[in-house]
């Protein structure tokens, strides 16, 4: 342990203040939390959100981009190496299904926390720093008062995300979507789970 200290300007709402210290450690990442998936996924829901008749035609252009793509590569002659010929075959797959489907995209999912509840932080942070230098009973009012406009503001906040992850979970039961719903339901069972690399040393 190289050093402590207490850090009084920290605001986090309470009367205890922050202790940082600053330790000296040797640490080492497992491989297997090193690794990171990067394979391509697809948009496999785009074929569930289309009708009968624009999924037909979907399949029509997807069976057309891979002939042509196919009528390209027997052009090529006999000599070429068998393992290009795989990697041809693999890409022309691959681009054609691009092309159809297009790329799936992880959801953004809207924080509860936003530019609003960083204004009432940043009030309740300056009224403390004022009662630290002149602990005086108008200034621990004032501190009172943005401490429960905040926690009030803050509930608010976490009940309208709770209600609007809601809402997501009927759309898709009602959709029949139910991979997103259990996952849904998976993530209110569960709660949040940070993920964190094994330390091996």
Known sequence: MLGVRSSRRADCDTDHYLVVAKVWERLE????A????DGERFNL???????????YELEVSYQIEITNRFAALENLSDSEDINRDSENIKENIKT??????GMYELKQHKPCF???CLGFLYQRKQDKMQWIQDPSQSNVGNLNNVRCEASRHFRNKKKEHLEAKIEELETNCKTKNIRDMY???NDFKKGYQPRNNIVKD
């Open 45 to 55: 829901s785009k074929l569930n959100e289309l009708n009968l008749s624009k999924l």
């Open 34 to 37: 090193a690794k990171k998936f």
């Open 96 to 101: 054609s299904a691009k092309d159809s489907l």
């Open 29 to 32: 990442v497992s491989k297997q």
């Open 183 to 185: 996952r849904g339901i």
């Open 114 to 116: 936003d530019e609003e």
